[in-house]
């Protein structure tokens, strides 16, 4: 299967870790990808009209996209320990700390676009503060529910793992971890995972 991708991406680093938590690693064919929104790539789009990585390519053809689909998809297509929790409370605690885990990655990658790619001249600080708000407030709600965590290995907190790698990676003067201590300690424990530590950002420009 075809993966759209590049290893800056904390979306893509979703798809790997569930690739690789799942043992299909294998099975995906890595194309990279250097675009950004001002800097489209046209044969991405092709496979996802919105031009926007993750994209995978199943074997029959069929463009799925976003990084949510693709790990669902992915979770569909073997036998052992799922990573989306079938039903119940498990499934929606999943999901949720999948959309947190989201919701922080978008967040720091507008950011960055704001940041790196937009002229200094049209940055909008508003903007940029009230987006790291975002995943500020996020953490902080994390911390809180850290302890519960435990040896949970699915897609919320493999998610919340790609989060803090993101933040690991473009945020360091953010010190995300101090006040933030429980968080922190799961932190690095999950990121000792194969999943994690073989998937690390990488610079891309
Ligand atoms: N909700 C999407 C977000 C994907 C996303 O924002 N990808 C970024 C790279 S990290 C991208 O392709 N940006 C290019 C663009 O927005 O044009 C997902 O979960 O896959």
């Known amino acids: 299967m075809k ?14 870790a569930v690739a690789i938590e ?6 995906l064919e890595p194309v990279n990808r250097m675009m950004t929104p001002v800097r489209p790539d046209a044969d991405l789009a092709l496979d996802n009209p919105l031009g926007k990585i993750p994209c995978l390519v199943t074997d029959e053809g069929v463009a799925l996209f976003d990084s949510r689909v693709i790990c669902e998809y992915l979770d569909s297509l ?4 799922k990573m989306f929790p079938p039903a119940g409370s498990a499934r929606w605690t999943a999901l949720r700390r999948q959309a947190q885990g989201d919701g922080i990655m978008d967040a720091g990658v507008l950011t960055r676009y704001e940041t790196f790619l937009r002229p200094e001249e049209r940055r909008w600080p508003e903007w940029i503060t009230n987006q790291k708000q975002k995943f500020r407030r996020a953490l902080d709600a994390l911390e809180g529910e850290a302890a ?6 699915d897609i919320g907190t493999i998610t919340i793992g790609c989060a803090l790698g993101y933040l690991d990676f473009r945020y360091q003067d953010e010190h995300w971890r101090a006040n933030r201590p429980r968080l922190a300690a799961w932190g690095e424990r999950f990121a000792q995972r194969p999943s994690m530590a073989r998937t690390a950002p990488a610079e891309i420009w």
């Open 3 to 16: 993966l759209h991708y590049n290893v800056a991406s904390p979306f893509v680093r979703k798809v790997m």
């Open 22 to 27: 799942t043992g299909q690693e294998d099975r």
């Open 78 to 81: 073997h036998d052992g320990p």
């Open 148 to 153: 519960g965590f435990g040896d949970a290995v």
